[in-house]
């Protein structure tokens, strides 16, 4: 008899793992298949097209994987909010391969050993500095611009911080050239969409003489050869640069109250290359290979304090184009560390 229970007991424990099963295997053709309009929705938004169906079936699985990223964030209680962007089908190295740009002169630890500039807002006093800045109403932010899969942020961030510049010190804004700098810039450390960095762009305008309009040399997203004759060099100059004292927020609101400045972050975290909206904050890397610009900074509704960001990923990312980065934090390299490298043209 005991042979006969226990075997009607496991006939029943395999039936009802079977169906337990089956309900799981049901349950995840029923996610995928959610998850596969999903990815067709997304494709259609973006105007994504694959080559074939094994391409598509690869680019499904990077799809899923980062959705479920991005779900788990927003999952939690946080000042920002995560989206499948245009970039949710790429694979974090693809990405950065693409998208940022951003080349240290040094590595990042040694930032502190870059070469010593003055800082003329040092002395500026605290009482002294507003408690929110916004350079869009002051007129020296041109509309959002779009990079592409061109690795040049570095020029679309220097040009951000020049533009800026040569708006406070000659009251028009001028929308400047990125693609002078990615054609001709190639004989430092820059070297167009392969990456490059800002105060190497902006010792290129100095030794140049000037940056031409955009409308004269319009951007183009690849690499190209310098034309000389568009170079025309007279829209806009500038004298040199500064490097704001690097791990300092206090600095770096000081001379952001002052200009536009260029500012380097880790911008392939995922937290970054997947923002939304709200104040983006939390622990995001501190590898920098990025290159965007603060023109402002603020303080939330909830009392957060935040730095306006403008990124180079035209306006369908985040909100509408641009970034809130929590500021002040404990740490001093800054949210995505945002404060080890920051830098300003002189007009």
């Known amino acids: 008899m005991a042979t006969h229970h226990s075997s009607a007991f496991l006939l029943a424990a395999i039936v009802a793992f079977a169906g337990a099963l089956s309900t799981a295997l049901a349950a995840r053709d029923l996610g995928d298949q959610a998850m596969v309009a999903r990815h067709d929705e997304w494709m ?6 694959y080559s074939d169906a094994a391409e598509k079936a690869r680019r499904f699985e990077v799809f899923k994987a980062n959705v479920v990223f991005i779900e788990s964030v927003n999952a939690g209680n946080h000042k920002f909010e995560l989206e499948a962007n245009q970039f949710a089908d790429l694979t974090d190295d693809e990405f950065r391969a693409t998208w940022t740009g951003y ?5 990042a630890a040694a930032a502190s050993s870059r070469k010593a500039t003055g800082f003329r807002y040092a002395n500026v006093s605290l009482a002294d500095v507003p408690t929110s800045v916004d350079w869009r109403t002051k007129g020296a932010v041109t509309p959002i611009k779009d990079q592409g899969e061109c690795g040049c942020c570095w020029a679309f961030s220097a040009v951000a911080s020049m533009e800026g510049a040569v708006k406070i010190s000659t009251g028009k804004l001028v929308s400047l050239s990125e693609q002078e700098l990615v054609d ?14 800002m105060d190497d762009a902006f010792e290129f305008v100095v030794d140049n003489g000037g940056l ?33 004292p690097a791990n300092d927020e206090t600095s770096l609101r000081k001379a952001v109250a002052n200009q ?8 392939g ?7 939304k909206g709200g104040v983006l904050s939390g622990a995001c890397g501190t590898e920098l290979d990025h290159g965007i610009a603060a023109v ?17 990923w035209g306006t369908s990312w985040g909100e509408a184009g641009y970034i809130r980065m929590e500021r002040d934090i404990a740490d001093d390299e800054g949210l995505c ?9 002189t007009a």
């Open 260 to 267: 536009p400045v260029s500012v380097a972050v880790d911008g």
């Open 44 to 49: 259609a938004k973006y105007g994504r097209v």
């Open 103 to 107: 080349r240290p002169r040094r590595p």
């Open 337 to 345: 560390g945002l404060a080890m490298q920051p830098s300003y043209p």
């Open 212 to 244: 031409t309009t955009e409308s004269k040399y319009p951007y183009t997203g690849s690499d190209g050869n310098c034309n000389s004759d568009e170079a025309k060099n007279d829209a806009a100059s500038i004298t040199g640069y500064e490097d704001v």
């Open 296 to 312: 402002g900074y603020g303080v939330a509704g909830d009392g957060t304090k935040f730095w306006l960001m403008k990124n180079s």
């Open 184 to 197: 001709c810039d190639v004989n430092g450390m820059d070297q167009g969409c392969e990456g490059g960095e």
């Open 269 to 275: 975290d995922n937290l970054f290359r997947f923002y």
